[in-house]
Structure formats: structure tokens, C-alpha cells
């Protein structure tokens, strides 16, 4: 009598759990056929930091001239020359001394020859490994190493003897290169000059920096 009574309620329990997981799996295809879609732990991708490195364009009177920046080799140069660009200093400045096959040099002028009041200067970064070659853009400065304000320079060739060599051959900072409009940089090249005040190699008809704005990066 004990066995059958176990085994009823043996019996039983089976029964129950059997349709309990019948049940359980016609929800399951019933969801399914009804557009169920079982929920997944979505995982975001972390997101990427913008590394796009900034670009300058510069918009003179014979064409634009787009200039990357390198903001790793050269920070304080960069940033210096961004804060200058981002101030609108550079708008209305002339490329007042053009030498062909050696470099044109602006940032500092006005078309009436007049300089303009600029920040404390920066120091040197000329040994960051960068080169004046043609193409690259580089601070002007004075016999000081440490002296660049806002005036710049674009090497219209490879000018190695500009680069740093040790203490006693400080160099010019090179901080960025020139990726667009290199002909430009050619055409100014090519300006007859002359000589005013105290000053040589300045374009007989002015070369105007129109304006200067950041047009990439972050």
C-alpha cells in the first residue's frame, strides 16, 4: 500500500513538470513567430579620442595655403601659433620678407609695414626632431633662440642649415607642414621684392593673409 501511495504521488510530480515545460517552450516559439527577440547584453565600444590633427588655413591674395600642425613634436610652438590664429592676429598681415629658393616669411606686418603688438615670446622646441624642409612651417626669430612671437616662416627648399645641432647651433622650430597649396607657396616664391626702410626682400605688390581660421581637427 506505502509503495502505490509513493508511487501516485511519483507519478504525480512528473506529470506536472512535464507540461510546466511544455507550456514554458510553446511561449517560446509562440514568441518567436511573433517577433519575440530575446534580449542581449549590448556592450558599448569605448570611443575613440579624435586624434585628427588640426589644420590651418591660411587665405592669402595669389591662393590658400592649408598647414597641418603638430601638436606632439612641437605643444608650446602650437599652441602659441593657434592662439595667434585663433585671435584673428594674423588677418590683414603681409608675407613681408620673400626670398626664392630659401623661404617666405610673414605674421608680423601689416601691408603699411607696421608691426604689430604681439604675446611674450616662446621658448625654442627646434629639437623636436622635425626638419626645415621644403614645405615645413617654421618660427622666425631673432639671435635669441628663445625670442618667436608670432612671426612664421615656410621653407621654400630644404634648408638643413636651419636645423637645431646641439647648444651652439640652437635651430629654427620647425611645427608644422604645409598639405595644401604648395604651388601658392611658389607664386609668393616668385614676387619681384624690394627694399624699404630698413628692410629687404619685401614684396614690390603686397601679399595679403586675408584671413587665417582652423579648418580641421579638435
Not at 61 to 87: C, R, S, W
Not at 153 to 158: A, G, M, S, V
Not at 167 to 192: L, Q, R, S, T
Request: aromatic share 8%; net charge positive.
Amino acid at each position: 500500500m506505502i509503495r502505490k501511495v509513493w508511487f501516485d504521488a511519483f507519478l504525480t510530480v512528473f506529470v506536472v513538470a512535464t507540461v510546466v515545460l511544455m507550456v514554458g517552450c510553446k511561449k517560446r516559439e509562440s514568441g518567436a513567430s511573433e517577433g519575440g527577440v530575446e534580449e542581449k547584453t549590448v556592450i558599448e565600444e569605448p570611443k575613440q579620442m579624435d586624434t585628427e590633427p588640426k589644420r590651418v588655413k591660411l587665405e592669402t591674395g595669389l591662393g590658400d595655403i592649408i598647414i597641418e600642425v603638430n601638436e606632439e613634436a612641437a605643444p608650446i610652438t602650437v599652441k602659441n601659433f593657434l592662439q595667434y590664429v585663433e585671435e584673428g592676429f594674423y588677418d590683414g598681415t603681409i608675407f613681408h620678407r620673400v626670398i626664392r629658393n630659401f623661404m617666405i616669411q610673414g605674421g608680423g606686418l601689416t601691408a603699411d609695414m607696421r608691426k604689430k603688438q604681439t604675446h611674450p615670446p616662446i621658448v625654442n622646441e627646434a629639437g623636436n626632431g622635425l626638419k626645415n624642409n621644403r614645405g615645413t612651417l617654421a618660427m622666425a626669430r631673432t639671435g635669441d633662440p628663445d625670442s618667436a612671437t608670432s612671426q612664421f616662416f615656410i621653407n621654400h627648399k630644404n634648408n638643413t642649415f636651419l636645423n637645431y645641432a646641439g647648444a651652439n647651433k640652437p635651430g629654427y622650430a620647425v611645427f608644422g607642414k604645409v598639405v595644401e597649396g604648395m604651388d601658392v607657396v611658389d607664386k609668393i616664391a616668385a614676387v619681384k621684392t624690394t627694399r624699404v626702410g630698413g628692410r629687404s626682400d619685401v614684396p614690390v605688390e603686397p601679399v595679403l593673409i586675408k584671413s587665417s581660421k582652423v579648418v580641421s581637427g579638435k
